[in-house]
């Protein structure tokens, strides 16, 4: 990855220094504009989260089709975010950071005008450019800020992830219930332009570009083309079957795409995903609790809009409206905010691999909650929230633990590649979830469950990762 990403050590680059002494005597409003493109991006990516049902009906989409809807954006992600952080670090990041919000506005518009679900699929696709806000804010609040500023920078931008998931999820039950789904994206492009004008208006240049480079193609074709491979034969196995040439085919060459990923980026002087820093052993065992961190919540963005939205004369749906299936979400997302801020104080008192135990196996605990009581409204509620807590821990935790493990001089590329790490095990969660579904037809009740097991399972997965973390970091203490 290149090294948008701040390096949280310390480590210098050509841009860490502020070059405008405007931004000394007005840092907060830097700080603000960048914290609302990202909020933007952070609502936008959650916002349709309590409409799935409705847009799968009103599109007449599948299943498989609607998970799409969320995980088109995720895939687009993971697979965008590190090609603009490369051209933020040759033209500038505040120029390609107003590029991306514009960009991000105009797909956004598109998808509020989709006439079919192709099209919204495709919207999405180009929306998922705006998971770049995110490193380029943090990397022009490097560039710009020094000091207590920079370090208020750092805690309110990433917090907006939190909140704005939060708030996306009643949000977006208000706005369907009361307009359309389709004024979630003409409200969300009003939002992604004023944000912009806050960034145009208030946020300086900053230092010149850290390098030039040129953009890693071969490896941006084979991740984009690996990862479509693996998450469409998970997505489609239940249709096309699972032992069937088109899934088998499908997968094998995902893999195999993937694999030669690993060879090619190996040998790239700058890789859009930096594989070689996996020779640390630590930072191996971090990217798969971070795919569990980043899996484990999407399970349920997926699974519970339709459960709670399900007619209660099914015996097992919640007969919620759209509004209320989102207030009913709202204390999970508040959890996350709060375990996040709450992950300092737990890492100083039982050190970072002791959190990421404690934060997996808070996950795992609600994820059973879920799985046992899927029927009973409270007890979803509940287990939800609990879910959230462990999660917000988890994300917070995970940055912590590839800052530890990774030699200073490839922070920058850690991170990097830990985002990607986490937007894809997020993208696999909704194939994996419409698969159960669509699997258990006979049994809807115990399809959901099955889909809460899973995550429990991926949560214990991660416990298992953080005892063996924290066994080597004791070894090496």
Do not use: K
Request: with cysteine; charged share 10%; glycine share 12%.
């Amino acid at each position: 990855m290149p090294p948008t990403s701040p390096a949280p050590d310390g480590a210098s680059r050509q841009d860490d220094s502020p070059t405008d002494s405007t931004l000394v005597r007005r840092p907060g409003r830097v700080t603000f504009a960048l914290s609302a493109a990202v909020l933007a991006f952070s609502l936008m990516q959650t916002l349709v989260v309590p409409a799935l049902p409705t847009l799968g009906r009103e599109l007449g989409a599948t299943a498989q089709g609607t998970g799409w809807i969320l995980t088109a954006f995720l895939l687009a992600g993971a697979v965008l975010a590190p090609v603009v952080g490369n051209l933020g670090d040759r033209f500038g990041h505040r120029r390609v950071l107003l590029g991306t919000i514009v960009v991000f506005a105009a797909a956004t518009l598109v998808a509020a005008a989709a006439p079919t679900l192709g099209v919204l699929l495709a919207a999405r696709v180009v929306q998922g450019v705006s998971t770049a806000t995110f490193p380029l804010a943090l990397a022009l609040a490097r560039s710009v800020l020094t000091g207590p500023r920079l370090a208020a920078a750092f805690g309110w931008i990433p917090g907006m992830i939190g909140l704005g998931a939060g708030a996306a999820l009643v949000v977006g039950g208000v706005v369907v219930d009361a307009l359309s789904w389709r004024w979630l994206f003409v409200l969300g492009a009003a939002l992604i332009l004023g944000s912009g004008a806050l960034v145009a208006a208030w946020v300086p240049r900053g230092g010149a570009p850290a390098v030039q480079r040129r953009t890693d193609w071969p490896g941006i074709a084979l991740l984009a083309g690996g990862l479509v491979g693996v998450l469409l034969a998970v997505s489609q196995g239940g249709a096309w079957g699972w032992g069937s040439v088109r899934t088998v085919g499908v997968g094998v060459v995902g893999v195999l795409l993937l694999v030669a990923l690993v060879l090619v980026e190996r040998r790239t002087v700058a890789p859009v995903v930096d594989v070689r820093t996996f020779r640390h052993g630590p930072i191996v065992l971090v990217s798969l609790l971070t795919v569990a961190v980043g899996f484990v919540p999407y399970v349920c963005y997926v699974a519970l809009p339709l459960l709670m939205q399900a007619p209660a004369a099914t015996g097992y749906g919640h007969g919620m409206s759209v509004t209320v299936s989102g207030l009913a979400m709202l204390p999970s997302a508040v959890l996350v905010f709060l375990g996040g801020r709450a992950t300092p104080a737990l890492v100083r008192r039982v050190g970072p691999g002791g959190t990421a135990g404690l934060a997996a196996g808070v996950m795992a605990v609600g994820a059973v909650g879920l799985a046992l009581w899927p029927a009973t409204p409270w007890a979803v509620v509940a287990a939800f929230s609990v879910l959230g807590l462990g999660n917000g821990i988890g994300y917070a935790v995970c940055a912590q633990l590839v800052v530890t493990w990774s030699p200073p001089t490839e922070t920058g590329a850690a991170t990097g590649l830990n985002s990607v790490v986490r937007t894809v095990g997020s993208a696999a969660a909704a194939p994996v979830v419409t698969a159960l579904l669509a699997a258990g037809t006979a049994d809807p009740a115990g399809a959901y469950s099955a889909a809460f097991w899973a995550a429990a399972a991926t949560s214990v997965v991660g416990v298992l990762v953080a005892l063996v973390l924290v066994a080597r970091s004791r070894r090496t203490a």
